[in-house]
């Protein structure tokens, strides 16, 4: 909220949210399931209560997440659906006399504008984007109303478009944070999503979108480059694709209503191992993984392969009932706020597969992001599992979405996730216990890094005596 409008003779008083309601998001026909309320790197929906109270009154009842998401599901980072907060801070004189231009700009614009009526409703979502957009925070941003539908559908697991999770990198292919393309900020390809257009386009992680029907995207921020690419399922998308080592060339796909498959599993070595492959966290999926891993272990399985490779995240939430599933007791993760207050998540007890005689292997790669680091940080600092692979994203962040009233949302960063040894794994990411490197020509239907996996089970020194840390 502004400080109070100094020009009190205006007869356009600065539209103001109603403190007497509050917006939240509901279930609809697309959105099944109960409300979200927070996000890691991912989709998922979370129930209200299924999370602690952990914040004061002005940020109500808060949903968090960790995802690789900007804007919607795209990037890897935490989100939380917030209510309409509907609260006026006090303001202090200093902080009229800040707000005084901004006044000041209000009304000439209003007022003087000569082009045509100005509508109050753009001239506050403008400013609102403009505020949230100078902290320079990738995974912050303000959601029109449409774009904040489009994010619920993300976190429900089921959109429409062409289905391909995205981050950002530099010209020479590292993971950044940015907000605006141009030659060193490059909308990359983390992982197209089983079953989806892209994976039957021969879309590749590593692939990076340098252009959307023939617009580029520099100058573009990664919410409007999402924009660009979803649409109503049946019309039709043509992205250039810049692929290392190739010239630039067009792919057109059709888009498709997505509706993430977020488990998959099946037996491998002979029945011997079972493997379990989690795609994102959503209330469902993490369900949905407890329910296989305990039918593994009800099967005396006690060899298992669980895979996050390519998975944005989802709700902190998810990620702590799907770390719980190995972890008995103690820390999960901590998040840490503003004021430097830490705020754990401990394991939620009577987990599927906590015994020890259990051996676990954990694959992990560059798509696996947030919520997924935060599975794989804690099974690493616990010593219960060994972690396979490359090494991954790196988002250490959690965002919280506050909704306004009738004019969307603003996705904010509230606080910093550490692991359970108060590690911030932020643009470094978890190394694995035995990196694994796959060859860009590696033949379809071969997975080095599984095989890696299997070997280990099978000669049954699937946890190190040395762990190493990222740091």
């Avoid at 007890?349 to 292997?361: F, L, N, P, Q, Y």
């Avoid at 004019?407 to 794994?425: E, F, M, S």
Wanted: aromatic share 6%.
């Amino acid at each position: 909220m502004l400080p109070h409008d100094p020009d009190s003779t205006s007869t356009d008083a600065a539209p103001d949210a109603d403190s007497s309601s509050t917006t939240e998001p509901t279930a609809g026909a697309d959105f099944p399931g109960p409300e979200p309320i927070g996000y890691v790197d991912g989709p998922a929906p979370l129930p209200v209560n299924a999370r602690p109270n952990r914040r004061n009154a002005v940020f109500g009842a808060a949903l968090v997440v960790v995802a690789l998401l900007g804007g919607g599901a795209l990037f890897a980072s935490g989100y939380s659906v917030g209510r309409d907060q509907g609260l006026t801070p006090g303001a202090t004189s200093t902080e009229e006399q800040d707000f005084k231009a901004f006044w000041d700009t209000y009304h000439a614009v209003h007022d003087q504008y000569a082009l045509g009526p100005v509508d109050n409703k753009t001239l506050v979502e403008g400013a609102i984007k403009g505020m949230v957009e100078s902290i320079n925070d990738p995974y912050s941003s303000y959601l029109t109303p449409e774009d904040y539908q489009s994010s619920l559908q993300d976190i429900s697991g089921q959109f429409e478009g062409i289905g391909v999770e995205v981050g950002t990198v530099d010209s020479k292919g590292n993971t950044v944070d940015c907000n605006t393309f141009g030659p060193e900020c490059r909308f990359v390809v983390i992982a197209p999503l089983e079953g989806s257009p892209a994976e039957a386009g021969g879309i590749k992680a590593g692939d990076v979108i340098a252009a959307v029907d023939g617009k580029t995207l520099d100058g573009q921020t990664p919410d409007q480059a999402r924009t660009l690419i979803r649409g109503a399922a049946g019309t039709k998308v043509t992205l250039t694709i810049d692929r290392k080592g190739q010239t630039p060339f067009d792919v057109t796909l059709t888009r498709a209503k997505i509706q993430r498959k977020e488990v998959t599993a099946k037996d491998l070595a002979n029945g011997t191992v079972g493997y379990v492959k989690l795609a994102g966290f959503s209330d469902a999926g993490a369900d949905a993984f407890v329910a296989a891993v305990k039918a593994d272990v009800d099967k005396g399985e006690k060899k298992l392969v669980i895979d996050l490779r390519g998975n944005p995240g989802g709700f902190i939430t998810d990620a702590q009932k799907v770390a719980s599933v190995f972890i008995a007791a103690g820390p999960v993760f901590f998040e840490q706020f503003a004021d430097g207050h830490l705020q754990e998540w401990d394991a939620l007890g009577k987990g599927v597969a906590t015994d020890t005689s259990i051996k676990v292997v954990l694959l992990i790669d560059k798509g696996s992001a947030s919520a997924s680091e935060i599975v794989a940080g804690a099974l690493r600092d616990t010593k219960r599992a060994t972690i396979v692979g490359e090494t991954s994203f790196g988002k250490g962040t959690v965002q919280e979405w506050i909704t306004l009233e009738d004019k969307g949302a603003v996705k904010l960063t509230v606080a910093k996730w550490l692991t359970p040894n108060k590690d911030w794994i932020h643009k470094v990411g978890i190394t694995p216990d035995v990196p694994v490197t796959v060859p860009a020509n590696t033949p379809a239907g071969q997975d080095p890094i599984l095989d890696k996996a299997l070997s280990i089970l099978a000669s049954g020194a699937a946890v190190p005596a040395a762990w190493p840390i990222a740091a």
